[in-house]
């Protein structure tokens, strides 16, 4: 993990002492091994509420049943800062075999949100202990239903978490950045996430006689693979896009053509005139290919979250907080990233920057990718976003 020297050493543990990330893991570990879903993380947000209510003066609320907002009061007047930490897990049956795994069937905090909420608890009680350095407000924002859209964020945004507020700064922990090292890029940095579902409709029969049917196994596979000819072929290879079929669901028997088979899958990119033209692509060659097969088809195509574009001011603000509590050293450059993520939601309505904090370590077997049953994180970078979370304030409300 980089240092960049003992000043910045000092300087990040000055801000978050050594029993604070004490903390900062047991209550990361704690959420690792009880893990909720999106839109179920009462449990979550119950147990986030009583960390913050140690905090002497802060205010807390609880906008959804799921989702816990704070404010603190710096000793004079000035902006409003919001930070903004995810809680929710995923679908996933861990296979860690760490002490504290999920203690939950088939749920898991697979993509690091578990570390986001324990480093927003603790940049909450450091900035607590420094209230009287600053002129303004920090608003946490410990938010529900990261992972499943429509997200948490918008609804977060309708409840007026964000009114009044100057600018916000997000995090996440990333698996292909070294321990400790923190990326903050300006401009695109996550991608618009769209997913679609597709039927098609054929005509059943027996696997003998297919000449009886209208093969809808056949034809599905046919717009598989002429779906690929519209990033290939169709989308300027310097316009990022992605366009991957994930699910393909047919039939029951072997010696059975069935009636019907269900694709689905998602749609990436950064420009609206990329999304909106691969969309009406994906409609042609779907009618298309059914057309020449005489199969009929239904889609269903969702429109998910925004990108995340980092304004430059703000994004330079994140590094700048970085190299003062770790050095200049941690902090590494980062292209664009098909991922999606709903703090587009937040960027939307007032200007702010997503920085990501490296938690790879070979050494202790934290290399696996996000989403994956064996995802593991290096828990000593977690002092590291948390101090960026602080300086960043400090420095915002000066």
């Given at each position: 993990?980089?240092?960049?020297?003992?000043?910045?050493?000092?300087?990040?543990?000055?801000?978050?002492?050594?029993?604070?990330?004490?903390?900062?893991?047991?209550?990361?570990?704690?959420?690792?091994?009880?893990?909720?879903?999106?839109?179920?993380?009462?449990?979550?947000?119950?147990?986030?509420?009583?960390?913050?209510?140690?905090?002497?003066?802060?205010?807390?609320?609880?906008?959804?049943?799921?989702?816990?907002?704070?404010?603190?009061?710096?000793?004079?007047?000035?902006?409003?800062?919001?930070?903004?930490?995810?809680?929710?897990?995923?679908?996933?049956?861990?296979?860690?075999?760490?002490?504290?795994?999920s203690?939950?069937?088939?749920?898991?905090h697979?993509?690091?949100?578990?570390?986001?909420?324990?480093?927003?608890?603790?940049?909450?009680?450091?900035?607590?202990?420094?209230?009287?350095?600053?002129?303004?407000?920090?608003?946490?924002?410990?938010?529900?239903?990261?992972?499943?859209?429509?997200?948490?964020?918008?609804?977060?945004?309708?409840?007026?978490?964000?009114?009044?507020?100057?600018?916000?700064?997000?995090?996440?922990?990333?698996?292909?950045?070294?321990?400790?090292?923190?990326?903050?890029?300006?401009?695109?940095?996550?991608?618009?996430?769209?997913?679609?579902?597709?039927?098609?409709?054929?005509?059943g029969?027996?696997?003998?006689?297919?000449?009886?049917?209208?093969?809808?196994?056949?034809?599905?596979?046919?717009?598989?693979?002429?779906?690929?000819?519209?990033?290939?072929?169709?989308?300027?290879?310097?316009?990022?896009?992605?366009?991957?079929?994930?699910?393909?669901?047919?039939?029951?028997?072997?010696?059975?053509?069935?009636?019907?088979?269900?694709?689905?899958?998602?749609?990436?990119?950064?420009?609206?005139?990329?999304?909106?033209?691969?969309?009406?692509?994906?409609d042609?060659?779907?009618?298309?290919?059914?057309?020449?097969?005489?199969?009929?088809?239904?889609?269903?195509?969702?429109?998910?979250?925004?990108?995340?574009?980092?304004?430059?001011?703000?994004?330079?603000?994140?590094?700048?907080?970085?190299?003062?509590?770790?050095?200049?050293?941690v902090?590494?450059?980062?292209?664009?990233?098909?991922?999606?993520?709903?703090?587009?939601?937040?960027?939307?309505h007032?200007?702010g920057?997503?920085?990501?904090?490296?938690?790879?370590?070979?050494?202790?077997?934290?290399?696996?990718?996000?989403?994956?049953?064996?995802?593991?994180?290096?828990?000593?970078?977690l002092?590291?976003?948390?101090?960026?979370?602080?300086?960043?304030?400090?420095?915002?409300?000066?």
């Amino acid at each position: 993990m980089g240092t960049g020297g003992h000043a910045a050493v000092s300087a990040c543990v000055s801000l978050v002492p050594d029993e604070l990330h004490a903390r900062t893991i047991a209550w990361r570990r704690h959420l690792h091994a009880n893990p909720e879903l999106s839109f179920q993380e009462r449990e979550t947000s119950a147990y986030v509420a009583a960390a913050l209510a140690e905090i002497e003066g802060l205010t807390i609320t609880r906008p959804t049943p799921t989702s816990v907002v704070a404010r603190l009061r710096g000793g004079r007047e000035g902006k409003v800062l919001a930070l903004r930490a995810d809680m929710d897990a995923l679908p996933i049956q861990e296979e860690t075999g760490l002490p504290y795994a999920s203690t939950r069937e088939g749920v898991m905090h697979a993509c690091g949100h578990d570390a986001h909420t324990a480093m927003l608890l603790t940049a909450a009680h450091a900035l607590a202990a420094r209230r009287d350095e600053l002129a303004g407000e920090v608003r946490f924002l410990f938010q529900h239903a990261e992972e499943l859209a429509p997200g948490g964020a918008c609804q977060l945004v309708e409840h007026g978490v964000l009114e009044g507020v100057d600018g916000i700064v997000g995090v996440h922990v990333w698996s292909l950045l070294e321990a400790g090292l923190v990326a903050c890029p300006e401009g695109p940095l996550l991608a618009a996430a769209d997913v679609f579902r597709i039927v098609v409709h054929g005509r059943g029969g027996h696997a003998a006689t297919p000449h009886e049917t209208i093969d809808p196994v056949l034809t599905a596979a046919e717009i598989v693979t002429s779906l690929q000819h519209v990033i290939s072929r169709e989308t300027d290879p310097l316009d990022p896009a992605v366009l991957s079929v994930t699910q393909f669901h047919a039939g029951s028997a072997s010696n059975v053509i069935p009636e019907s088979v269900e694709l689905a899958g998602t749609m990436r990119s950064f420009s609206r005139a990329v999304r909106d033209r691969n969309r009406d692509a994906l409609d042609r060659v779907v009618r298309g290919v059914c057309d020449a097969h005489r199969a009929t088809y239904e889609l269903e195509y969702v429109a998910g979250f925004e990108p995340v574009v980092n304004d430059g001011d703000w994004a330079a603000r994140v590094r700048d907080a970085a190299g003062a509590v770790a050095g200049e050293d941690v902090v590494a450059p980062m292209r664009p990233i098909m991922g999606g993520e709903d703090f587009s939601a937040y960027l939307a309505h007032v200007p702010g920057a997503f920085f990501f904090v490296g938690g790879r370590n070979e050494a202790i077997d934290a290399v696996y990718p996000h989403h994956h049953p064996r995802f593991a994180i290096d828990e000593d970078a977690l002092r590291v976003g948390s101090a960026v979370f602080v300086r960043a304030a400090l420095d915002v409300l000066s």
